[in-house]
């Protein structure tokens, strides 16, 4: 690809990146329709009370996903910027030395976790009855080594995202998603209705996708960056390090900002609130599946265009993005307008969502997404050090704001615009950060 021209070179990326936004559509509905289906087998298999103590779980899970102190991002970042150059053998060993590095986190992580688990009354932390839920403490310890497990083979998914093809890395997600949702609908027709069995129909079907993906990718397509042990490089670990620190504290943050709604609704209320909050969330989120679909392929495509000094490509990538934010807010208002008829169909009458915490998630839903909109393009540059200051002050303010917002009006509404009010300074500095280096004026922190 390197022999070409910058224009065919352009023209390459705008078409390979249409094809993956094609692809990953087709996916994402696919994985959103298994989403759907999931929420009421669930429901169905535990019952209100457990089903909100399994969403907690799950909650807590995600926070392992940020436990690779930014590896996977990081090596995303590298990994495009040398197949940009065209140097192979650097390449694979930064692939190397990653999932080398990402498995002995894991492993840590979950040596960690477990003994946590082992001195600490969980019941009393996630506030769950013993008399409800048996067997809890085995529950998460089983669940966090599968999902520490998956992990380390998730970084393939980093590795097609960075190479241009997030459609891959997409598919893998859904195929692990489907095997779930057979597993959950074996445990719910048998009647084996108990947190461990649909724990384990979750979490299993994830890890064997990536077991079986692993050697497709790295032995029959793509052999050149396999990863091998004699690669493993200090110098390469050093880099990618350097850069995944600075997407680790933003994913600390966005643990704190996001991840943990699910555990601090159950305590300020009780795990029954947690399912109405998700059911809003999840229903709204389907505007995240959107736009990630369109957006993620403009992370290391950016990447690339800027490694080649192809700034006039990543301007026209913005404008394509204003017009996915026009057409996102038009699709959000109308989701709101018809919310009640599509739980009601969806959930039926288990689950009773106020209008107004559905019309406050929306509005989350949406600065989120814009503030992403500038995100996805800033992270492809690799100019990550003012986002990295704006995240983590948003997270420091954010428990003590919500704790303020609920005792002041006792509603999961005014949780919810707490988290709308933490996310707006990051939207605002996005923007301009984002304008600033498309514009050559960044300097100092903005050029970081």
């Not at 986190?105 to 009354?121: K, N, Q, Y």
């Not at 506030?127 to 992990?151: D, M, R, Y």
């Not at 048998?190 to 692993?214: D, F, I, K, R």
């Not at 200051?389 to 509404?413: D, E, G, K, N, Y």
Request: include cysteine; proline fraction near 4%; aromatic fraction near 12%.
């Amino acid at each position: 690809m390197d022999s070409l021209s910058p224009k065919s070179i352009s023209s390459e990326r705008s078409e390979r990146l249409a094809r993956n936004v094609m692809w990953s559509f087709g996916i994402k509905l696919w994985s959103a329709a298994i989403q759907f289906l999931l929420v009421p087998l669930t429901l169905g298999c535990l019952g209100e009370y457990t089903n909100g103590v399994w969403l907690t779980i799950s909650s807590m899970l995600l926070w392992i996903d940020n436990m690779d102190i930014g590896l996977g991002n990081g090596m995303r970042n590298r990994l495009a910027a040398y197949l940009a150059h065209g140097r192979l053998l650097r390449a694979r060993a930064l692939v190397s030395s990653t999932f080398a590095m990402v498995a002995a986190i894991m492993a840590v992580t979950f040596l960690v976790i477990a003994a946590a688990i082992a001195l600490t009354d969980t019941y009393r932390l996630f506030n769950v009855s013993p008399q409800i839920v048996e067997g809890f403490p085995s529950v998460l310890v089983a669940t966090v080594l599968l999902v520490c497990s998956t992990f380390v083979f998730k970084l393939l998914g980093n590795f097609y995202m960075a190479i241009q093809l997030p459609a891959a890395s997409n598919l893998l997600v859904t195929l692990g998603q489907t095997l779930a949702l057979v597993a959950t609908a074996v445990v719910y027709f048998l009647g084996g209705h108990s947190l461990m069995y649909v724990a384990l129909a979750n979490t299993v079907p994830p890890l064997l996708v990536y077991l079986a993906a692993y050697p497709y990718t790295f032995v029959a397509r793509y052999p050149q960056l396999r990863p091998t042990a004699r690669l493993v490089s200090l110098s390469e670990a050093k880099g990618v390090v350097s850069m995944g620190l600075k997407f680790f504290v933003m994913q600390v943050s966005a643990i704190v900002l996001f991840m943990s709604a699910n555990l601090l609704i159950s305590n300020l209320f009780s795990p029954a609130m947690v399912t109405p909050y998700t059911v809003a969330y999840r229903y709204l989120s389907l505007m995240f599946m959107v736009f990630a679909v369109v957006a993620t392929p403009f992370w290391s495509a950016t990447t690339d265009a800027y490694e080649r000094g192809d700034l006039r490509w990543v301007g026209y990538a913005s404008a394509k993005l204003n017009l996915l934010m026009v057409a996102i807010l038009v699709a959000i208002v109308a989701m709101v307008a018809i919310a009640p008829w599509v739980y009601r169909l969806w959930v039926g009458s288990k689950v009773s969502v106020p209008m107004a915490m559905t019309i406050a998630m929306a509005v989350y839903v949406y600065i989120v997404i814009l503030s992403q909109r500038y995100s996805y393009l800033i992270n492809g540059i690799g100019k990550l050090r003012l986002q990295l200051v704006v995240t983590a002050m948003a997270a420091l303010l954010f428990i003590p704001l919500a704790f303020l917002a609920v005792r002041l009006v006792h509603s999961p509404v005014a949780f919810i615009a707490a988290m709308c009010i933490v996310n707006l300074p990051g939207l605002v500095i996005n923007y301009l950060q984002f304008n600033k280096l498309i514009h050559h004026t960044a300097t100092g922190i903005w050029n970081q």
